[in-house]
């Protein structure tokens, strides 16, 4: 059985991504604008606001997932979203990089629905133009000692992260697979969460409230993306499927279906902890065992789990009930999401 995921309230997201889009997208531009001519040119065309001439298009960018997390963290202490955009810039800022680099280091070819930003420019200046990003996100809260140090933290434990995954196969351990996920993903939407609460002047449990909710946020997150990687519509991720398990990458619907007791565990194990080039047929195969372990169900059902559980951590915080709607709305966007 092929897993189809609940279509997200696109409504209900409505009004908070695209406010994280108007009020960060003006600053991403003034970073991207003080780049070197040849960094800029990639830089613009990887984060969907140029061409790759430099001219600037309608915007491809992402889902703007982590700027409004800051500024809905902010809200949620009381303050106006517009005292968090510079949190807001560096965390998108961090983001970018991110995806930067991970195309290069595993050699995918699409981002957005587009050639990469290495294929265009060639490797050597991708690298270049993402420490140029990595640095301008450190630069952008300047002044602010405190957002600023979050923010460093994130990235020391997102490349630890990304570090562990390029040297990890395929483990039976939901343990080890939080352990990464945490730092890949988890790390940055937590920091977004504190971020956001730190520029808000909120006190520490607040703050401390925050980034436990982008912890699960992380874990949720990171368990969606595995599953779009399997069964996800490439024309609407942007990427091809399979890549993951190509790359024999700790993802956790393969976890969970050598974790299930019966024969998909056999040839799962048979097929992916084996020193062999999976082919289309192995990857059809892999799909096929993991449709029989159910692992497609567990994987979106643990995203649901953790995505309660952020809300039930915000729930604990004083805050206008339109702000807690907010909040549900972009959860359920985020683990409804098709791309």
């Given at each position: 059985m092929?897993?189809t995921?609940?279509?997200?309230?696109?409504e209900?997201?409505?009004?908070?991504l695209?406010?994280?889009?108007?009020?960060?997208?003006?600053?991403?531009?003034?970073?991207?604008?003080?780049?070197?001519?040849r960094?800029?040119a990639?830089?613009?065309y990887?984060?969907g606001?140029?061409?790759?001439h430099?001219?600037?298009?309608?915007?491809r960018?992402?889902?703007?997932?982590?700027?409004?997390?800051?500024l809905?963290?902010?809200?949620?202490?009381?303050?106006?979203?517009?005292?968090?955009?510079a949190g807001a810039?560096?965390?998108?800022?961090v983001?970018?990089?991110?995806?930067?680099?991970?195309?290069?280091?595993?050699?995918?070819p699409?981002?957005?629905?587009?050639?990469?930003?290495?294929?265009?420019?060639?490797?050597?200046?991708?690298?270049?133009a993402?420490?140029?990003?990595?640095?301008?996100?450190?630069?952008?809260?300047?002044?602010?000692?405190?957002?600023?140090?979050?923010?460093?933290?994130?990235?020391?434990?997102?490349?630890w992260?990304?570090?562990?995954?390029?040297?990890?196969?395929p483990?039976?351990?939901?343990t080890?697979?939080?352990?990464?996920?945490?730092?890949?993903?988890?790390?940055?939407?937590?920091?977004?969460?504190?971020?956001?609460?730190?520029?808000a002047?909120?006190?520490?449990?607040?703050?401390a409230?925050?980034?436990?909710?982008?912890?699960?946020?992380?874990?949720?997150?990171?368990?969606?993306?595995?599953?779009?990687?399997?069964?996800?519509?490439?024309a609407a991720?942007?990427?091809?499927?399979?890549?993951?398990?190509?790359?024999?990458r700790?993802?956790?619907?393969?976890?969970?279906?050598?974790?299930?007791?019966?024969?998909a565990?056999?040839?799962?194990?048979?097929l992916?902890?084996v020193e062999?080039?999976?082919?289309?047929?192995?990857?059809a195969?892999?799909?096929?065992a993991?449709?029989l372990?159910?692992a497609?169900?567990?994987?979106?059902?643990?995203?649901?789990?953790?995505?309660?559980?952020?809300?039930?951590?915000?729930?604990?915080?004083?805050?206008?009930?339109?702000?807690?709607?907010?909040?549900?709305?972009?959860?359920?966007?985020?683990?409804?999401?098709?791309?």
């Amino acid at each position: 059985m092929v897993m189809t995921a609940l279509q997200p309230d696109h409504e209900a997201a409505a009004g908070i991504l695209p406010l994280a889009a108007a009020l960060t997208t003006p600053a991403i531009f003034r970073v991207i604008g003080g780049l070197h001519p040849r960094l800029r040119a990639v830089a613009g065309y990887h984060c969907g606001l140029a061409d790759r001439h430099g001219v600037p298009m309608a915007a491809r960018r992402g889902k703007m997932l982590r700027p409004a997390l800051v500024l809905l963290a902010a809200r949620t202490v009381g303050s106006a979203p517009e005292r968090a955009v510079a949190g807001a810039a560096a965390v998108q800022l961090v983001h970018e990089f991110s995806l930067l680099h991970d195309d290069i280091m595993d050699s995918d070819p699409e981002r957005r629905g587009r050639l990469a930003a290495w294929r265009v420019f060639g490797t050597s200046t991708a690298l270049l133009a993402g420490n140029a990003l990595l640095a301008s996100a450190v630069t952008v809260l300047d002044g602010l000692p405190a957002a600023q140090s979050e923010l460093t933290v994130a990235m020391s434990r997102l490349c630890w992260g990304q570090a562990e995954d390029l040297h990890t196969g395929p483990e039976p351990s939901v343990t080890h697979w939080e352990h990464l996920a945490a730092a890949k993903s988890g790390a940055l939407l937590a920091a977004s969460c504190r971020i956001g609460g730190i520029l808000a002047d909120a006190d520490r449990s607040a703050i401390a409230e925050l980034g436990r909710a982008g912890a699960h946020l992380g874990l949720a997150f990171q368990a969606i993306d595995d599953w779009l990687g399997i069964w996800g519509d490439p024309a609407a991720t942007g990427k091809p499927v399979g890549t993951d398990i190509a790359a024999r990458r700790l993802c956790l619907p393969v976890v969970f279906g050598l974790a299930d007791p019966g024969p998909a565990a056999e040839l799962l194990t048979e097929l992916l902890l084996v020193e062999s080039v999976p082919t289309l047929s192995d990857f059809a195969a892999v799909v096929a065992a993991l449709d029989l372990s159910h692992a497609g169900e567990s994987t979106l059902a643990y995203a649901r789990r953790h995505a309660a559980s952020a809300l039930d951590c915000l729930s604990t915080l004083p805050m206008p009930s339109a702000v807690l709607a907010e909040w549900a709305e972009l959860i359920r966007f985020l683990t409804a999401r098709t791309a």
